[in-house]
Nanobody, 125 residues
């Protein structure tokens, strides 16, 4: 399974960006996925996760109410709509996918078997 993240870029504070994560290879739509981010000099942190069906989502407190995670299983693609961006959202954003099927998602990076290459998001004040 390969994951390709895209959609990052430069935005002003208060602006919006939408990230995409396309899965290819021996994929199945029946796996939970998630977004993580890593700012310079900081540990990688959880952002959001979505269950295999899309029916369950969980967010980090820092992004709740501003970010929305979604997926389109017909396209093997996950999205992260980011609104009301803040300078502290600046980071490399990584998408991840569990290897086991039927997962409900997790905030722990350890459960994810596949990772994308990351896409840079920079928010200016």
């Amino acid at each position: 399974v390969q994951l390709q993240a895209s959609g990052g870029g430069l935005a002003q504070a208060g602006g919006s960006l939408r990230l995409s994560c396309a899965a290819s290879g021996r994929t199945s739509s029946s796996a939970a996925m998630g977004w993580f981010r890593q700012a310079p000099g900081k540990e990688r942190e959880f952002v959001a996760t979505i269950s295999w069906s899309g029916g369950s989502t969980t967010y980090a407190d820092s992004v709740k109410g501003r970010f929305t995670i979604s997926r389109d299983n017909t396209k093997n693609t996950m999205y992260l709509q980011m609104s009301s961006l803040k300078p502290e959202d600046t980071a490399v954003y990584y998408c991840a996918r569990e290897g086991r099927p039927w997962g409900m998602g997790s905030s722990s990076a350890r459960v994810y078997d596949y990772w994308g290459q990351g896409t840079q998001v920079t928010v200016s004040s």
